[in-house]
């Protein structure tokens, strides 16, 4: 208990990578593994299959952004109802994260992934057929439901595969990267498919419902520079799309083709397992680490959700709505919406790579607090940038606050797991139902601000979000200093 208390990882996990007290042959270590050690090769092997799942949610966080547009196209939707979409999505993720908190420890971990993803895949493929605004709503619900059930297992396994060492650090991080990865890739291969054509006024025609005229008039708006909130609508002679020239179902094909393979890959594993290895996951209890005082520690925690809330709050929304927000306030084009979006996942990508550097020089709770900082400076130029309508300045505030906010999720797991509490699967359900619940609020307030009070508050909202999770990580700075004293 006493070595399970200072490291921060389970001692009745035997799928766990043992302590390494020393890191320094680690690399000399690891490629001897891979040649001698079955275990190291079956880590190796969980550690690909955990990143493959994540990198799943990360493809598809990318994509919904750019195809926003056309999935409101196809349900028959405005900005403000269609934000019901992101909506049920996270509040299926909320449910999700909690449901897996109770069933992660009840049952084999590979058969739960296989299963989640298999759902997850064929609820991906459905969307773009899901013409019916109530479908469209559920559909995402469930997709969400199936996301946050293996989330918490993506938690869980990315900390505890190989323990609180900078190996274990260096994998979180990675982890993070393929997650930033697949994200920016996901705009670029889903742009072909969008619809080309800039509509003033669409007509939708299928075969079951009249023509009727798409509330999606305001997607190309003129913008008087002076006044910027106040639109005034082109008189542009109307573009007649149907639903038919939506392409979009070949973007989600491919999603949950991916995700299929995911699990098949997890499937393997599980198959490759001996008698004893297909028992469910077996939890420990889980005690706080150090030596400060219960009360600290709990209020701490409530800290680490805050900060968790918020975090994703902004993670999980911002990009969503950051092509929206370009193509109504700046005028851009969905291509250009699509590219900033795919921008936004690439410098996140740079910075959760500088990561894997980072790790070996400094420690998690001066990432947080220097990341955060940059993070909340980066909004606030983006903000004064939107103002003055400056594309150029558009361009290098996302990417000013997408390197450091690469970098905040995976260091925060791991400071977690070494300084307050072991992430187990009801720690990592816990952090996933504060991460969606904030991801379910936001979208309402942003449907709302956007569409009837102004778009520039977009840019404020999350400036705010930046600068209290700023504060949370002084805490966290602070707590760990004062610990590393006593």
Known sequence: MDREGKYGVRSADNDSAPMQADDTKSKQNLCHGIRHSTAIRSLIARSIAVSGAYMVLGWTKGQIGPAFPDIMMISGTNLTKGSTFMTSLFAGQLAGSVLGGFIYSEMNKYILFTAALVLYSFTIAAIPWCSLYGLMVTAFGYLGVCGGVFTVGIGSESVTIWGPTTRGRSYVMANGGGYALSGMLAPLVTAPFLLKQPVNDITITNKTTMNTTHPLSTWTIGMNQSHPNNMNISLLNSTYVSQEDSRLYLAFTISAALSLIIALFFFILYCQQGPGGKRKTSNSKLVFIGTRSLFLKRLQLINIGIFSL????????????????????????????????????????????????????????????????????????????????????????ICTSGIPFGLMWPTMLSWINENLIPVQSEISSF????????????????????????????????????????????????YTTSNNTI
């Open 431 to 478: 952090l996933n139902a504060t991460a969606f619940t904030g991801a379910l609020l936001t979208p309402i307030l942003i449907g709302y601000i956007m569409e009837d009070v102004s778009l520039m508050w977009f840019c404020y909202l999350f400036c705010l979000k930046s600068a209290i999770i700023t504060g949370n990580a002084v805490l966290m700075f602070f």
């Open 310 to 397: 918020l975090h994703n709050a902004i993670d999980f929304t911002f990009v969503g709505h950051l092509a929206t927000f370009c193509i109504q306030y700046l005028n851009w084009t969905k291509s250009m919406g699509a590219s900033l979006t795919s921008a936004a996942f690439f410098t996140r990508l740079l910075g959760t790579a500088s990561g894997l550097f980072l790790v070996k020089y400094m420690r998690p709770h001066i990432i947080i607090l220097s990341s955060t900082m940059l993070s909340t400076a980066g909004f606030i130029g983006l903000t004064l940038s939107a103002v003055v309508h400056f594309d150029i300045g558009v361009w290098i505030s």
